[in-house]
Protein backbone atom coordinates (compact mmCIF):
# COMPACT_ATOMS: atom_id res chain seq x y z
CA UNK A 1 0.00 0.00 0.00
CA UNK A 2 1.14 3.40 0.35
CA UNK A 3 3.07 5.04 2.49
CA UNK A 4 2.52 8.41 4.51
CA UNK A 5 1.97 11.32 3.02
CA UNK A 6 2.10 15.11 3.57
CA UNK A 7 0.63 18.31 2.74
CA UNK A 8 1.93 20.62 0.91
CA UNK A 9 4.99 19.63 0.66
CA UNK A 10 6.29 23.24 1.14
CA UNK A 11 4.90 26.43 2.85
CA UNK A 12 5.81 29.64 2.76
CA UNK A 13 4.61 31.80 5.74
CA UNK A 14 4.44 35.68 6.59
CA UNK A 15 5.84 36.02 10.61
CA UNK A 16 2.63 35.53 12.53
CA UNK A 17 0.36 33.46 9.88
CA UNK A 18 -1.18 30.50 10.97
CA UNK A 19 -0.79 27.57 9.47
CA UNK A 20 -1.79 24.06 9.04
CA UNK A 21 0.34 20.89 8.32
CA UNK A 22 -1.67 17.45 7.28
CA UNK A 23 -0.71 13.74 7.57
CA UNK A 24 -2.07 11.04 6.61
CA UNK A 25 -0.78 7.68 7.93
CA UNK A 26 -0.30 4.04 6.45
CA UNK A 27 -3.68 2.73 6.35
CA UNK A 28 -4.52 0.46 9.68
CA UNK A 29 -1.19 2.44 11.38
CA UNK A 30 -2.67 2.96 15.04
CA UNK A 31 0.43 4.95 16.53
CA UNK A 32 1.20 9.23 14.37
CA UNK A 33 4.40 10.58 15.74
CA UNK A 34 5.65 14.55 14.72
CA UNK A 35 9.37 15.25 14.43
CA UNK A 36 10.63 18.90 13.82
CA UNK A 37 13.51 18.79 11.75
CA UNK A 38 15.98 22.03 11.42
CA UNK A 39 17.99 22.33 8.53
CA UNK A 40 20.95 20.20 9.11
CA UNK A 41 20.34 18.37 12.27
CA UNK A 42 18.20 14.92 13.24
CA UNK A 43 14.45 15.09 13.41
CA UNK A 44 13.31 16.13 17.38
CA UNK A 45 10.65 14.84 18.85
CA UNK A 46 7.18 16.92 18.98
CA UNK A 47 3.87 14.54 19.96
CA UNK A 48 2.89 10.98 19.47
CA UNK A 49 -0.86 10.14 19.08
CA UNK A 50 -2.44 6.19 19.43
CA UNK A 51 -5.29 6.36 17.61
CA UNK A 52 -7.39 9.66 18.30
CA UNK A 53 -5.47 10.11 22.17
CA UNK A 54 -2.88 12.57 22.37
CA UNK A 55 -0.40 10.51 24.99
CA UNK A 56 2.66 13.01 24.34
CA UNK A 57 2.92 15.97 24.16
CA UNK A 58 6.06 16.49 25.76
CA UNK A 59 8.27 17.95 22.38
CA UNK A 60 5.73 20.63 21.13
CA UNK A 61 7.85 23.95 21.83
CA UNK A 62 5.23 26.41 23.00
CA UNK A 63 1.79 26.85 23.18
CA UNK A 64 1.51 27.96 19.65
CA UNK A 65 2.03 24.35 18.69
CA UNK A 66 -1.09 22.15 18.45
CA UNK A 67 -1.80 18.97 16.69
CA UNK A 68 -5.00 16.75 16.32
CA UNK A 69 -6.26 13.80 15.02
CA UNK A 70 -9.82 13.55 15.79
CA UNK A 71 -10.56 10.04 14.33
CA UNK A 72 -7.46 8.62 14.93
CA UNK A 73 -6.44 8.84 11.28
CA UNK A 74 -5.50 11.81 9.43
CA UNK A 75 -3.45 14.25 11.93
CA UNK A 76 -2.90 17.88 11.87
CA UNK A 77 -0.30 19.83 13.19
CA UNK A 78 -1.54 23.67 13.45
CA UNK A 79 1.07 26.24 14.40
CA UNK A 80 -0.02 29.79 15.72
CA UNK A 81 1.69 33.06 14.95
CA UNK A 82 4.23 31.84 13.02
CA UNK A 83 7.72 32.60 13.83
CA UNK A 84 11.18 32.69 12.14
CA UNK A 85 12.65 29.93 14.71
CA UNK A 86 9.52 27.81 13.16
CA UNK A 87 11.17 27.82 9.80
CA UNK A 88 11.87 23.45 9.45
CA UNK A 89 10.98 20.19 7.91
CA UNK A 90 7.78 18.72 9.79
CA UNK A 91 8.12 14.98 9.73
CA UNK A 92 5.64 12.64 10.70
CA UNK A 93 5.29 8.67 11.11
CA UNK A 94 3.34 6.06 11.78
CA UNK A 95 3.66 2.65 13.54
CA UNK A 96 1.53 -0.01 13.27
CA UNK A 97 0.86 -2.34 16.60
CA UNK A 98 3.40 -4.39 18.00
CA UNK A 99 6.08 -3.27 15.35
CA UNK A 100 8.86 -1.26 16.57
CA UNK A 101 9.48 0.07 13.01
CA UNK A 102 8.29 3.97 12.59
CA UNK A 103 7.68 5.01 8.74
CA UNK A 104 8.17 8.47 7.77
CA UNK A 105 6.97 10.75 5.44
CA UNK A 106 8.84 13.20 3.19
CA UNK A 107 7.97 15.98 5.08
CA UNK A 108 6.58 19.42 4.85
CA UNK A 109 9.06 22.05 4.32
CA UNK A 110 8.03 25.45 6.37
CA UNK A 111 9.48 28.54 5.77
CA UNK A 112 8.70 31.42 7.46
CA UNK A 113 9.65 35.04 6.18
CA UNK B 1 15.97 12.49 28.92
CA UNK B 2 17.68 10.17 25.99
CA UNK B 3 20.72 11.97 24.24
CA UNK B 4 22.40 10.10 21.55
CA UNK B 5 25.84 11.59 20.11
CA UNK B 6 26.80 10.48 16.51
CA UNK B 7 30.38 10.51 15.18
CA UNK B 8 31.44 11.38 12.76
CA UNK B 9 29.69 14.24 10.98
CA UNK B 10 30.78 13.73 7.51
CA UNK B 11 32.52 10.54 6.14
CA UNK B 12 34.26 10.24 2.29
CA UNK B 13 35.18 6.83 1.16
CA UNK B 14 36.06 5.26 -2.20
CA UNK B 15 33.80 3.07 -4.12
CA UNK B 16 33.76 -0.22 -2.56
CA UNK B 17 35.29 0.70 0.79
CA UNK B 18 33.93 0.22 4.20
CA UNK B 19 32.14 3.03 6.23
CA UNK B 20 31.70 2.97 9.99
CA UNK B 21 29.30 5.38 11.86
CA UNK B 22 29.33 5.26 15.45
CA UNK B 23 26.59 6.37 18.06
CA UNK B 24 26.80 6.55 22.25
CA UNK B 25 23.13 7.21 24.26
CA UNK B 26 22.64 7.54 27.63
CA UNK B 27 19.57 5.81 28.66
CA UNK B 28 20.01 2.44 29.55
CA UNK B 29 16.31 1.83 29.25
CA UNK B 30 16.21 2.29 25.80
CA UNK B 31 15.76 -0.87 24.52
CA UNK B 32 15.74 0.04 20.23
CA UNK B 33 17.81 1.64 18.03
CA UNK B 34 17.13 1.77 14.44
CA UNK B 35 19.05 3.50 11.51
CA UNK B 36 17.76 5.45 8.93
CA UNK B 37 18.85 7.17 5.68
CA UNK B 38 17.92 10.29 4.51
CA UNK B 39 18.57 11.70 1.19
CA UNK B 40 17.73 15.23 -0.18
CA UNK B 41 14.74 16.24 -0.14
CA UNK B 42 12.79 12.61 1.10
CA UNK B 43 11.96 11.79 4.63
CA UNK B 44 14.12 9.58 6.73
CA UNK B 45 14.33 5.89 5.69
CA UNK B 46 14.92 2.66 7.63
CA UNK B 47 17.46 0.75 6.64
CA UNK B 48 18.21 -2.07 9.95
CA UNK B 49 17.39 -1.81 13.17
CA UNK B 50 18.40 -3.63 16.43
CA UNK B 51 16.74 -4.51 19.77
CA UNK B 52 18.57 -4.98 22.90
CA UNK B 53 18.15 -8.38 23.29
CA UNK B 54 20.68 -8.93 20.25
CA UNK B 55 24.47 -7.71 19.51
CA UNK B 56 24.83 -7.98 16.50
CA UNK B 57 22.53 -7.87 13.37
CA UNK B 58 22.83 -8.14 9.71
CA UNK B 59 21.10 -7.79 6.23
CA UNK B 60 23.68 -8.06 2.73
CA UNK B 61 25.96 -4.99 3.05
CA UNK B 62 24.33 -3.41 6.16
CA UNK B 63 25.54 -4.64 9.70
CA UNK B 64 24.64 -3.12 13.69
CA UNK B 65 26.63 -4.07 16.14
CA UNK B 66 25.09 -3.49 19.93
CA UNK B 67 26.93 -3.14 23.12
CA UNK B 68 24.79 -2.39 25.94
CA UNK B 69 27.30 -2.12 28.57
CA UNK B 70 29.16 0.74 26.90
CA UNK B 71 26.06 2.13 25.61
CA UNK B 72 27.30 2.19 22.26
CA UNK B 73 26.09 1.34 18.83
CA UNK B 74 27.59 1.32 15.45
CA UNK B 75 26.65 0.99 11.61
CA UNK B 76 28.70 -0.92 9.21
CA UNK B 77 28.56 -0.59 5.31
CA UNK B 78 31.00 -3.03 2.98
CA UNK B 79 31.43 -2.77 -0.68
CA UNK B 80 29.83 0.89 -0.60
CA UNK B 81 28.51 2.70 -3.66
CA UNK B 82 27.63 5.83 -5.26
CA UNK B 83 24.31 5.24 -4.43
CA UNK B 84 25.25 5.00 -0.60
CA UNK B 85 26.03 8.64 -0.38
CA UNK B 86 23.40 10.16 1.67
CA UNK B 87 23.02 11.34 5.53
CA UNK B 88 22.50 8.70 8.08
CA UNK B 89 20.67 8.96 11.27
CA UNK B 90 21.45 6.45 14.64
CA UNK B 91 18.10 6.79 16.96
CA UNK B 92 17.55 5.30 20.25
CA UNK B 93 13.94 5.02 22.15
CA UNK B 94 13.42 6.00 25.79
CA UNK B 95 11.74 2.64 26.46
CA UNK B 96 9.34 2.05 29.34
CA UNK B 97 6.77 2.32 26.89
CA UNK B 98 7.52 5.27 25.76
CA UNK B 99 7.40 4.91 21.81
CA UNK B 100 9.43 8.45 21.06
CA UNK B 101 12.90 8.35 19.38
CA UNK B 102 15.85 10.50 19.93
CA UNK B 103 18.05 10.96 17.29
CA UNK B 104 22.21 11.53 16.49
CA UNK B 105 23.22 15.01 14.67
CA UNK B 106 23.64 12.60 11.05
CA UNK B 107 26.49 11.81 9.51
CA UNK B 108 26.77 12.53 6.08
CA UNK B 109 28.35 9.47 4.11
CA UNK B 110 30.09 10.31 0.14
CA UNK B 111 30.88 7.87 -1.79
CA UNK B 112 33.79 8.85 -4.26
CA UNK B 113 33.23 6.51 -7.86
Known amino acids: GAGVSQSPRYKVAKRGQDVALRCDPISGHVSLFWYQQALGQGPEFLTY????????KSGLPSDRFFAERPEGSVSTLKIQRTQQEDSAVYLC???????????FGPGTRLTVL | GENVEQHPSTLSVQEGDSAVIKCTYSDSASNYFPWYKQELGKGPQLIID?????GEKKDQRIAVTLNKTAKHFSLHITETQPEDSAVYFCAADSGAGSYQLTFGKGTKLSVIP
Open chain 1, 93 to 103: ASRRPGIDTQY
Open chain 2, 50 to 54: IRSNV
Open chain 1, 49 to 56: FQNEAQLD
